[in-house]
């Protein structure tokens, strides 16, 4: 089988592929890349049993045949030095050949009969579109509340609502809180919800380019597949159980700000070089429309005024600043509210003009 690609092209489908091979397994057969030549395309596939991905490239020109190909071809192929490879595979001695230029390399493949057939799910009728760009900026600003922590698999995911015409998600480490709705008129399902892996959804965030076309989702049994055009990309969902929060939203604010993002992620990242210990914290007071942010350690104090438009009370309260300075990184605005509900209660960044989403953080408790 021999096969002439563009280092690019080739390069780009390896690394995506690459984002399911498990570091580690007691499966060794899962190191493995799937490289498949069938009904005119080259598909490359790989697999932890969590994580699915299927990339498929247009080649009608070469024989049928599949063989496995070692991790390392990924490091390989991205440091061949000329824009062509050529690919000389021997399916019966498991052996490919790589040419680029001057520099050749013998690789040893193994047999692909041995890996998991991975069958893509087709979409049924409860398959949803989302416009791509949409589809990157509504994860990266849900996915980073998600726990990474073990101990609490269900905050371990993401909860995909699915009800009428509309999807909600929602993810939280149980200190913070994100919730993000999205509609469609042209969406018609029944009432569904599934627990996405957040490490699969920051996996596909990676793969989301910046092209205008439409990401399709189909849940099908226990897994959640997206379908990118040339990559498939699936998920076993866990069966956790998640907890209604729809509680921890109260329903009336004491304090309303509104500030210039840019100037507020600046004046917590300086505060933050001064926040220790496990919860980093730093003080917001707010009057007169103004807002100070106070931080003092070990190490010394600091202190910023920023300008704002202020609504309602007074308020002094203290809060991780790793929690503000994500929702800060995250959205890209000219100004973002932030909601009080007095000393004790939650605050809640909002995005201007758009009431589908917010992110709610719990304030620390300083004795």
Same mark, same amino acid.
Do not use: C, M
């Given at each position: 089988m021999f096969i002439t690609l563009k280092k690019e092209v080739l390069s780009r489908c390896l690394n995506i592929a690459a984002k399911a091979l498990p570091p580690h397994s007691t499966i060794p057969v899962l190191e493995n890349i799937l490289f498949e030549s069938c009904d005119g395309k080259l598909t490359f596939t790989t697999t932890n049993l969590e994580l699915e991905i299927k990339v498929a490239l247009p080649y009608s020109d070469t024989e049928t045949g599949k063989i496995l190909l070692p991790r390392k071809t990924v490091d390989i192929i991205h440091h061949l030095p000329a824009p062509d490879v050529e690919m000389n595979i021997n399916l019966e001695s498991l052996r490919f050949d790589l040419n680029s230029g001057p520099t050749k390399f013998n690789l040893y493949g193994a047999d692909a009969g041995e890996y998991p057939i991975i069958e893509a799910i087709l979409p049924a009728k409860d398959a949803v579109s989302i416009n791509r760009l949409l589809m990157k900026q509504v994860l990266k600003t849900v996915v980073f509340a998600a726990s990474t922590d073990d101990s609490r698999p269900a905050f371990n995911g993401v909860l995909f609502l699915f009800k009428e015409k509309g999807i909600t998600l929602i993810s939280s480490d149980t200190? *913070?809180?994100?919730? &993000? &709705?999205? =509609?469609? %008129? *042209?969406?018609? !399902? /029944? /009432? &569904?919800?599934?627990?996405?892996? $957040? *490490? =699969?959804? *920051? /996996? #596909? #965030? &990676?793969?989301?380019? %910046? %092209? =205008? =076309? /439409?990401?399709?989702? !189909?849940?099908?049994?226990?897994?959640? $597949? !997206?379908? #990118?055009?040339p990559v498939y990309f699936a998920t076993r969902v866990l069966e956790e159980k998640y907890p209604d929060v729809s509680g921890v939203i109260p329903a009336r604010r004491t304090t309303r700000l509104i500030v210039e993002r840019k100037l507020m992620d600046e004046t917590i990242g300086r505060a933050a070089l001064l926040a220790e210990g496990v919860n980093q914290p730093v003080q917001l007071s707010a009057g007169n429309n103004q807002l100070s942010v106070r931080v003092s350690s070990q190490v010394g104090r600091m202190e910023e005024i920023l300008p704002v438009h202020q609504e309602g009370e007074e308020i002094e309260i203290y809060v991780n600043s790793r929690f503000i300075a994500d929702i800060l990184k995250v959205v890209d605005l000219k100004e973002i509210i932030i909601d009080f509900h007095g000393k004790n209660g939650p605050i809640i960044f909002r995005m201007i003009d758009d009431e589908t989403y917010l992110y709610l953080v719990l304030p620390i408790k300083m004795e």
């Open positions: 200190y *913070r809180l994100v919730v &993000k &709705k999205i =509609s469609d %008129e *042209r969406w018609d !399902f /029944e /009432e &569904k919800k599934y627990l996405v892996p $957040a *490490r =699969s959804l *920051r /996996e #596909l #965030l &990676k793969i989301l380019d %910046e %092209e =205008s =076309s /439409e990401v399709t989702i !189909f849940p099908h049994q226990k897994q959640v $597949a !997206f379908n #990118l055009g």
